[in-house]
């Protein structure tokens, strides 16, 4: 009976390792790439190239790959409390890059996900930086804004929060403990507990945990419009998406994110940048075209050959329609806006585009009246 009894647990504790733990306590030994990417030599990391030419030597798989790059985060980028304290307007998000943080070798969460994201990149490996809610395992703890990461191994993406793993660590600590490795491609229910990402695509699971009981006793916080979750499941989307350029890809995550949480604002605020950066950028594209027009086309049409011209109709055709999206962006800032003086920006903005609209047909048309003549 007793013999029976310990069986009986011996298979419990196997079903709770094989369910709970993390991918790297599943059967996979990191002992190896670990004692690497903790002794890496001073050659191997005089820059972020040398770094990862130095893991992608001594890697024998895209997850050891990750694994070193996460290693040598957590155990070498101390967490900068100085930065963390600081206010929205002295925050410096330029001491958050990959660059100045692998220098400085201090960040805040915002500079271990960007490193994390730009070596992998390096390494060709997709990854995604995600933003969100960080909580500890109370409720006593606080909430606080949050970066990790999204990875894809072997076709699956799992989650990795460099950051935290990092604060399981003593200073030039060579022992990697459990708790290190519950960050490390972490089981999603798990993740749930401490990080809620705007975009909940990023909980990697159709169990999804909704604002308000994350928030649970810590807010009051009413759902105000039913949340709406996305119709595909996380591994279509992201693979997907993952194709798209930066900005849009943001743009993308922020609207899921704001139909997720529709109250929050710090989904509006992050949407709203986005989309005004984008809109900027077709802006200064738009001006651009239109002022080397001016410098090298406009007062010579007469001489210059059909397939220039042409070339020129087709710029002019390709920025009409950024343009028209333009507009579409505005009204989406608009939406979104609730500061009077905010909106007034905005309806500026409008005119501004509805103005170029305006040269660039005009131009496009001096441009198809030349073609028309010489055909």
């Known amino acids: 009976m007793h013999s029976?009894?310990?069986?009986?647990?011996?298979?419990?504790?196997?079903?709770y390792l094989s369910v709970l733990?993390?991918?790297?306590?599943?059967?996979?030994?990191f002992a190896r790439i670990d004692s690497i990417a903790m002794h890496a030599p001073p050659m191997a990391t005089r820059s972020l190239s040398d770094l990862a030419a130095y893991c992608q030597a001594?890697?024998?798989?895209?997850?050891?790959?990750?694994?070193?790059?996460?290693?040598?985060?957590?155990?070498?980028?101390r967490y900068d409390?100085?930065?963390?304290?600081?206010?929205?307007?002295?925050?410096?998000?330029?001491?958050?890059?990959?660059?100045?943080?692998?220098?400085?070798?201090?960040?805040i969460c915002t500079g271990y996900s960007r490193l994390m994201e730009h070596l992998c990149k390096l390494s060709n490996i997709p990854i995604l930086y995600v933003a969100g809610y960080g909580r500890g395992e109370t409720y006593a703890d606080s909430i606080e804004t949050h970066a990790w990461n999204v990875v894809r191994v072997n076709g699956e993406w799992g989650l990795i929060d460099a950051t935290w793993a990092s604060n399981t660590l003593a200073k030039d600590s060579s022992e990697l403990n459990i708790e290190f490795e519950r960050y490390f491609m972490g089981i999603s229910y798990e993740f749930q507990k401490g990080h809620l990402p705007y975009d909940p695509v990023f909980q990697l699971t159709k169990d999804l945990i909704k604002r308000y009981e994350f928030f649970k006793n810590?807010?009051?916080?009413t759902e105000g419009v039913e949340s709406k979750t996305p119709d595909e499941d996380f591994t279509t989307i992201l693979n997907r998406d993952y194709r798209l350029d930066s900005m849009s890809f943001t743009i993308q995550s922020h609207r899921r994110g704001l139909s997720f949480m529709p109250e929050d604002t710090n989904i509006v605020i992050k949407l709203r940048g986005a989309l005004k950066e984008k809109q900027h950028g077709i802006l200064t594209n738009a001006h651009e075209v239109l002022l080397d027009y001016s410098?090298?086309?406009?007062?010579?049409?007469?001489?210059?050959?059909?397939?220039?011209?042409?070339?020129w109709s087709?710029?002019?055709?390709?920025?009409?329609?950024?343009?028209?999206?333009a507009l579409d962006i505005n009204a989406e800032i608009i939406s979104l806006e609730t500061v009077d003086e905010k909106i007034a920006e905005a309806k500026l903005t409008q005119k501004q585009i509805f103005d170029l609209i305006g040269y660039f047909s005009q131009?496009?048309?001096q441009v198809k009246d030349a073609i028309s003549k010489r055909n």
């Open 21 to 29: 733990l993390p991918l790297s306590m599943r059967g996979q030994n």
């Open 314 to 325: 087709n710029r002019f055709g390709e920025l009409s329609e950024l343009l028209k999206s």
């Open 81 to 107: 409390e100085r930065a963390a304290m600081m206010t929205t307007i002295n925050f410096d998000a330029r001491r958050q890059s990959p660059q100045f943080v692998f220098r400085s070798q201090k960040a």
């Open 363 to 365: 131009s496009w048309n």
């Open 295 to 311: 410098n090298s086309a406009e007062k010579q049409l007469t001489t210059l050959s059909i397939y220039t011209l042409r070339d």
């Open 4 to 15: 029976m009894k310990n069986k009986t647990f011996m298979i419990g504790l196997f079903l």
């Open 58 to 77: 001594n890697a024998h798989s895209d997850l050891e790959i990750v694994r070193f790059y996460f290693v040598w985060v957590a155990r070498n980028i």
């Open 218 to 221: 810590k807010v009051q916080y």
